[in-house]
């Protein structure tokens, strides 16, 4: 297995690749995306407490590409500060030892394809996960 330095760098090429391609940009936009935003990158085994120390240094929202060395693949999604659930709306609880890649596709086994996780801002422990769609165009 490749050592984490190059994994990482793997990860930030493919990265900007894919920034390169229209259906993405687009994708962004819609999620108020702003050009010159940092994407923060992600391995798929990174903590969830790792990637909040890396996400808490910029302003919300921060979006974060998460890489699957093993097979390529490559999700982003976008962490912003929790807001209150709807009515009736239940949400789970995460563990900051979780890895990003098992948050991730834990949730995307739930309703909807487009995830957003929201946080509070500033208090790790107290992390929420919540689905959003994109809006067809």
Not at 46 to 75: F, N, Q
Not at 114 to 137: D, Y
Request: proline letters at 5%; glycine letters at 8%.
């Amino acid at each position: 297995m490749a050592d984490d330095r190059s994994l990482r760098r793997k990860a930030a090429f493919e990265v900007a690749r894919r920034l390169a391609d229209p259906e993405i940009r687009r994708q962004f936009c819609e999620h108020q995306h702003q050009s010159g935003d940092e994407v923060l990158v992600a391995l798929e085994s990174d903590t969830i407490d790792e990637v909040y120390a890396k996400m808490s240094r910029h302003t919300p929202p921060v979006t974060v590409g998460i890489y699957w060395p093993e097979t390529g693949r490559l999700e982003f999604t976008t962490f912003a500060p929790d807001q209150a659930p709807p009515a009736g709306q239940t949400r789970e609880g995460i563990g900051g030892a979780a890895a990003i890649g098992m948050l991730f596709d834990h949730v995307s086994n739930q309703q909807g394809s487009t995830l957003r996780f929201n946080l509070a801002w500033g208090a790790a422990a107290s992390m929420h996960v919540e689905r959003f769609s994109a809006s067809l165009a």
